[in-house]
């Protein structure tokens, strides 16, 4: 890549940023897609048993500090965990979050910054994709450990039905609902599990979401999923 276009390129990202959040700006819909589109309860795409998997009732998770889980408590509308264990003993920790307001004040709240803010040291983040049924999902890896805990990490959100994987397509997506009139509500699913070596657990991640999927009601899988193929992707 020459000078010239290594200097444009962030300049041309910051501009389409002040572009998007001056038009998210402007074009304020009032009207919450959650209104319209009745979302049942997270606990109901989650069953005590998926595939070889059942819940585990162990507390495996690390509290959060005060401030952090009222600014949670403030962005989400409801929040799901589940800790499911197989016959060999491997646990996968599932969480899933919704809030039902996406506008600017209102954001997901990415898991490297609440694991960071448990204490967990995040080492690397890097994009993936997971071809889960009919879907072709953009993740997040993230590495991460606390002392002798390492904690592999497979995440993604979804705004309204897309699944988004960077702040400028979490905003284009916005902007596309508020043209249609609608304040997007939005989620993230978060897969984890112990392991020193990533890839081995990103692998047993992808198994577990395939067992899971197929249990999710399916008039309930977009907005866990996003759109399948043949339907657009953001």
């Known amino acids: ?19 998007t959040a001056w038009f998210g ?28 998997w059942r819940v585990d009732k162990a507390q495996f998770t690390v509290p ?7 600014q949670v408590a403030a962005i989400y509308t409801e929040v ?25 004040g209102f954001k997901v709240h990415r898991p490297e910054v609440c694991y960071a803010a448990q204490g967990f040291k995040v080492s ?5 994709q997971m071809q889960i049924g009919d879907f072709m999902i953009p993740v997040k890896h993230v590495e991460t450990h606390l002392q002798s805990r ?7 959100m979804v705004i309204g039905d897309q699944v988004v994987n960077s702040p400028m397509r979490h905003k284009f997506a916005q902007i596309g ?8 509500d939005g989620l993230l699913v978060r897969v984890s599990s112990f392991s020193r070596d990533p890839e081995e657990a990103y692998r047993l991640q992808e198994q ?21 193929l043949g339907q657009g992707q953001s």
């Not at 700006?25 to 048993?49: F, I, K, N």
């Open 64 to 70: 959060l500090p005060p401030d952090v889980a009222a």
């Open 177 to 184: 609902y508020a043209l249609d009139g609608l304040i997007a």
């Open 150 to 156: 390492y904690e592999p990490v497979t995440y993604w």
């Open 208 to 228: 577990f979401l395939r067992e899971w999927m197929p249990r999710v009601p399916a008039d309930q899988r977009s907005r866990f999923f996003g759109q399948g």
């Open 25 to 52: 700006h402007w074009a304020q819909p009032d009207t919450r897609m959650a209104d319209v589109t009745p979302r049942p309860p997270l606990a109901a795409a989650l069953p005590d048993e998926i595939g070889p």
């Open 124 to 128: 690397k983040t890097v994009d993936g």
């Open 1 to 19: 890549m020459s000078a010239v276009k290594q200097w444009l390129t962030p300049v041309v990202a910051a501009g389409l940023m002040a572009f």
């Open 80 to 104: 799901a965990d589940r800790v499911y264990i197989n016959a060999q003993g491997q646990r996968i920790m599932l969480t899933i979050a919704y809030g039902k307001d996406q506008s600017d």
